[in-house]
């Protein structure tokens, strides 16, 4: 994989050798087709938001059916994290992720190709299943395949990939839906997926793998683990449809997610050969770069749920106009990650996270001012700010985590690493949707005690409405209604665009406390230049 040679440094005598860590093109080009897979399956957890409109029409189904389409990829897709790092052992590196690739195209396929709401949900389990291997295994390409100095490098692609989907997948499944329909947002996988195939392919050496793992694996753990996080995904996931815990659905769905989850750890502990080892999170390191990646999770997937649901709403934005704001959080990282890479071997870490977060809360707040007329240019400086700061935070927590991690748990800290993320989604998801509801509750009340008949501008806006209607024809009876109407809806319009800046100011707070909690880590900086081996 890679090969060592030593010159020596400025021709004098005694002068320090150094190792020149070279890195063969088969094995970049490996470690580039596993991020183009993790790409891939964090961008189809975004992807369908922007089409669900049309993907609804298209199977007959409501709304609220039509959740099931996202939580159903999360759900499937949060349980095979964990279990990655088995399943690599079992069927080997190379023909693990060669076969779940293969299986991901399929079922991307039948996703497309779906004939109501049940097959729908069906494929997507499948699809998530597949697609959610890829992300804890792009982690792993980088730790086991590049040497310590050039894992910066390819720890700044893993984090360009795990920033750029949730950004790039509404603007990506709007142009598709749009051009071409939105049976394309699944058939697009292709491209990247032959590519991914033929990179592990030609970049990866053969691999035996060791099914006899199965028989020995904890499948009790594996039992209890599906069924807690699994659950716990479709609590939050229709917590606020639902009503949270005044439905016997989420109440049921939350004491099997305890129930599974207080399993899971226990058996875990207590199994000699535990499937993942969650011993890791005893590490401080690995500890606080999981927790701030969870709400990092909760930021990423949480922005990239409200601000595309605001203009929807209230813009009226269509799916491609959303995808042209939205890219904006995402193309600037592009060129801002080289430098992040470069920086993160010459400043600690600590600082170069914490000035990343504080440029995301920044951006929060800038979108914590919207009004009902806020649209392409008044967002535009708030996306590139984002986008400034995001390169920066995925770079150094993924330092952050594999920093001391034995080379035996390096799987393991990679899926729980990526888990942790995608449940910090899920509660953010469900927590921004729960505020929008609570808080256009709280704002249309306190606009309606304003907003009154016995209020003097009220009643002066309501006549003109009705003299507007009436002069188009309309009697005055139904003119009357229809004014009433009018401004009903004005007054909701702004209760939302009011909950909506909430929700952004809630995420910006939640960004700079994680600031503080940063400096609980180690200093760390990533290795750089010839010789560096050790963490």
């Known amino acids: 994989m890679t090969s060592s040679t030593s010159t020596m440094k400025g021709g004098g005598m005694g002068a320090a050798p150094v190792i020149a860590e070279k890195v063969e093109l088969r094995t970049w080009i490996a470690v580039a087709a596993g991020m183009l897979g993790a790409f891939m399956a964090i961008l189809d957890i975004q992807i369908t938001n922007s089409s669900l409109r049309d993907i609804l029409g298209s199977l007959s189904a409501t709304q609220e059916e039509g959740s099931w389409i996202s939580t159903a990829y999360l759900c499937a897709e949060i349980v095979i994290i964990p279990l990655t790092a088995l399943l690599t052992q079992v069927f080997g590196l190379r023909g693990y992720l060669m076969g779940t690739t293969a299986l991901f195209l399929i079922f991307s396929t039948l996703c497309g190709t779906a004939w109501n709401l049940e097959s729908m949900i069906a494929f997507r389990v499948l699809q998530g299943i597949t697609g959610g291997a890829l992300i804890p295994m792009a982690m792993t390409l980088v730790m086991t395949k590049l040497p310590p100095s050039k894992r910066a490098a390819g720890m700044g692609i893993f984090g360009l990939t795990a920033t750029l989907a949730p950004a790039m997948g509404p603007t990506v499944g709007g142009y598709l839906s749009e051009i071409y329909g939105w049976p394309t947002i699944f058939y697009i996988n292709w491209a990247p997926g032959l590519l991914l195939l033929f990179g592990v392919w030609w970049g990866l050496d053969r691999d035996k793998g060791q099914l006899k793992l199965l028989a020995e694996a904890d499948w009790l753990g594996i039992a209890l683990m599906a069924v807690g996080l699994g659950s716990l995904t479709i609590m939050l996931e229709e917590g606020n449809s639902k009503d949270w815990f005044d439905s016997n659905f989420i109440l049921t769905f939350a004491a099997l997610s305890v129930t599974g989850i207080l399993g899971w750890a226990y058996t875990s502990f207590m199994s000699p050969k535990p499937f993942v080892n969650l011993r890791l999170y005893g590490q401080r390191n690995f500890l606080v770069a999981t927790v701030l990646s969870g709400v990092i999770g909760m930021g990423l997937y949480g922005s990239s749920y409200l601000l595309p649901l605001y203009l929807g709403q209230i813009a009226g934005y269509t799916p491609m106009q959303i995808g042209e704001v939205i890219m904006w959080a995402g193309l600037p990282q592009l060129f801002i990650m080289p430098f992040a890479a470069i920086l993160s071997s010459k400043v600690d870490n600590r600082i170069l996270c914490g000035f990343g977060l504080t440029m995301f809360g920044i951006s929060c707040m800038m979108n914590a001012y919207m009004d009902a007329s806020t649209g392409y240019d008044q967002l535009f400086w708030s996306q590139i700010v984002r986008a400034a700061g995001q390169p920066f935070i995925m770079l150094t927590l993924s330092q952050f985590a594999m920093h001391g991690i034995a080379p035996k748990d390096t799987a393991s800290a990679s899926s729980l690493f990526n888990m942790t993320r995608n449940l910090g989604g899920s509660v953010g998801i469900a927590m921004l949707a729960t505020t929008l509801t609570n808080r256009e509750h709280f704002h249309s009340a306190i606009i309606g005690q304003s907003v009154s008949s016995f209020s003097a501008a009220t009643q002066q806006r309501l006549d003109q409405l009705s003299a507007a209607f009436i002069s188009n024809g309309i009697d005055p009876a139904t003119a009357a209604d229809k004014a009433l109407g009018v401004i009903d809806r004005i ?35 990533a290795p750089s230049g010839a010789g560096a081996g050790a963490h």
């Open 491 to 525: 007054v909701r319009r702004e209760a939302f665009v009011m909950a909506y800046n909430d929700g952004f100011v809630i995420m910006a707070v939640f960004l700079f406390a994680c600031v503080g909690a940063l400096f609980f880590a180690d200093k760390v900086k």
